[in-house]
Nanobody, 114 residues
Framework: QVQLVESGGGLAQAGGSLRLSCAASGTIFSIDRMAWYHQAPGKQRELVASKTTGGATYYVDSVKGRFTISRDKNTVYLQMNTLKPEDTGVYYC??????????WGQGTQVTVSS
């Protein structure tokens, strides 16, 4: 029913930039929060950025000042600047509705070389 399709991942040099996109289709009653998660190789998936409907944002300390989460209609973005090798991994977008339903993107690979 609801599908989140991610794009924008790829290879970047340290200090470079990438912009991830996540386009949602289908019916979502009400979006409470949109977010991006990062899973480094062999590590736990972690929340890196989120934005509530009210506009409150959260960034994990490691990406503060470098990443920006935003939304345009049914698409959520993650602007990633000043990339570091530690940013390497799979990024998943997540949308949570006011009914607590959660939707996930398929993941997009980001590789940052030093």
């Amino acid at each position: 029913q609801v599908q989140l399709v991610e794009s924008g991942g790829g290879l970047a040099q340290a200090g470079g930039s990438l912009r991830l996109s996540c386009a949602a289709s289908g019916t979502i009653f009400s979006i409470d929060r949109m977010a991006w998660y990062h899973q480094a190789p062999g590590k736990q998936r972690e929340l890196v950025a989120s934005k509530t409907t009210g506009g409150a944002t959260y960034y994990v300390d490691s990406v503060k000042g470098r990443f920006t989460i935003s939304r345009d209609k049914n698409t959520v973005y993650l602007q990633m600047n000043t990339l570091k090798p530690e940013d390497t991994g799979v990024y998943y977008c997540n949308i949570r509705s006011s009914t607590t339903q959660a939707y996930w993107g398929q993941g997009t690979q980001v590789t940052v070389s030093s």
